[in-house]
């Protein structure tokens, strides 16, 4: 199952593009990446996340639910995971990014430094 980004703000066709379209614009490979860092996040801890994300972007790839749908259900299930959410943007159009707030963004600097700190963050 490949998904292609939701971004529709990039020229098609013959347009010119920007130096930052020119730059770096998500690939299929990036977006196989992306599921499968959902997947490590997801599948064993909250396997009903992990299919849920799976079922939106399949119904999304076969037109069943539009862009909105597909934001709100990401912003839900990524509500903890600001790292996700923030990675899932690069595939979303600008007027359907998913706002992190800076509280979540340092509740998970601080879990994924006492992480790297000894599995826990009590060993120096």
Do not use: C
């Amino acid at each position: 199952m490949t998904y292609s980004s939701f971004s529709s703000d990039r020229p098609v066709g013959g347009g010119r593009k920007s130096a930052a379209a020119e730059a770096w614009s998500p690939s299929a490979e990036d977006a196989l990446g992306f599921v499968l860092a959902v997947k490590a996040a997801f599948k064993d801890r909250h396997p009903d996340k992990y299919h849920l994300f799976l079922r939106v972007m399949d119904d999304f790839r076969n037109q069943r639910v539009g862009i909105d749908e597909v934001t709100s259900t990401a912003a839900a299930l990524f509500r903890d995971s600001p790292e996700l959410a923030l990675g899932f943007n690069v595939f979303l159009p600008k007027g359907h990014r998913i706002q992190v707030g800076v509280d979540e963004l340092a509740a998970y600097f601080i879990r994924d430094m006492n992480l790297d700190d000894g599995r826990g963050g009590g060993g120096h």
